[in-house]
């Protein structure tokens, strides 16, 4: 059982991302771009990296062999790298919409390339008359993870945006090292 939840914080990070960046990188993209349509598309960008990017990378992970196994290796790189990336959203934020987009590339790649690899962790440790039940303890870590970013994100969702980007970036950023590194 302590196995189950240790891979379920894989899910709770990526459960605790995901509310955070859905309502903040607009807000951040709103600063350079005034189409709602356009800022929607850039916003998409994370989907269509996972249709061809999760494949790819479980492939891989299916086909590497190391002593600590055929995920972790992605797991333990990929993970803390996503969560420092995003962490540096703000600062990107404020310097230009290039910076902002390509970050957000490259974030969605990070991120987007651990979620294969913890998906399939799962069903490869835990013995298959357990799989059931480790999957409902994984996903409900998924859903602790997205609630906790959504209390976390509360008290700031009432943010006025006309409040300038340095005070807005301080609180993104203790929010966001409080969520990721305690």
């Given at each position: 059982m302590g196995l189950t939840f240790l891979i379920g914080f894989g899910f709770f990070t990526m459960g605790l991302m995901d509310p955070l960046y859905d309502t903040y990188?607009?807000?951040f993209l709103r600063r350079y771009i005034?189409?709602?349509a356009a800022v929607g598309g850039v916003m998409?960008?994370?989907n269509l990296l996972q249709l061809f990017l999760i494949p790819f990378i479980s492939i891989w992970s299916d086909r590497t062999r190391t002593r600590i196994g055929r995920r972790m290796p992605f797991i333990i790189v990929m993970l803390p790298i996503s969560a420092v990336l995003f962490t540096l959203f703000p600062k990107a934020a404020s310097l230009s919409l290039a910076a902002l987009i390509i970050l957000?590339?490259?974030f969605n790649m990070f991120k987007t390339s651990v979620r294969g690899p913890v998906v399939a962790l799962m069903p490869d440790t835990i013995p298959g008359e357990y799989?059931?039940?480790a999957n409902?303890?994984?996903?409900m870590m998924g859903g602790i993870g997205l609630?906790?970013?959504t209390l976390v994100l509360a008290p700031l969702?009432?943010?006025n945006e006309q409040i300038p980007l340095p005070r807005r970036e301080s609180v993104f950023w203790r929010r966001c090292w409080f969520c990721f590194f305690s």
């Open positions: 990188i607009p807000v005034a189409s709602n998409t960008l994370d957000i590339f490259i799989r059931s039940e409902g303890v994984i996903n609630i906790a970013g969702i009432g943010i």
